[in-house]
């Protein structure tokens, strides 16, 4: 998608601060972290929401997770604990549409979130 953010890093026409990439996947670091290691994990096949998964995409919805506990044992941070977030929609706080895995560590983080 042309007008899609995230389509266009997948793209090339924007270049994130890339930190993983396969024929699936992209991980970049995001723009505004909100923990001293913040890391956006996308499909690189457009898919807008939560809601729009299809159980074709069990494979690559699990190879983000799996990506997910690896960057964070890259970065050192494992042990010590994370959090991975999908936001959906509105009330989920979702801001850019084109699903994504925010692995945030690095901090100790609260509950309930806001
Ligand atoms: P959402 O609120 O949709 O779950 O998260 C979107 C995330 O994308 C936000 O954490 C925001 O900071 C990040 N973001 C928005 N624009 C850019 C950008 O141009 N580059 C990077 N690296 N991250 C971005
Ligand atoms: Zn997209």
Not at 37 to 61: E, G, R
Not at 68 to 75: D, F, I, K
Not at 87 to 93: A, K, L, P
């Amino acid at each position: 998608m042309t007008d899609c953010l995230f389509c266009r890093m997948v793209a090339g026409e924007i270049a994130p601060d890339t930190v993983y990439e396969d024929d699936q996947l992209l991980a970049f670091r995001d723009i505004n972290p909100q923990a001293p290691c913040h890391i956006l994990i996308i499909p690189k096949q457009h898919i807008a929401s939560l809601n729009d998964l299809v159980s074709d995409d069990q494979l690559v919805l699990g190879k983000m997770v799996l990506l997910a506990q690896r960057l964070a044992a890259q970065e050192g941070l494992a042990e010590a604990g994370y959090r991975t977030v999908f936001n959906c929609n509105e009330e989920g706080g979702q801001e850019v549409f084109h699903l994504h895995l925010h692995l945030l560590a690095g901090r100790q983080m609260s509950w309930p979130p806001g």
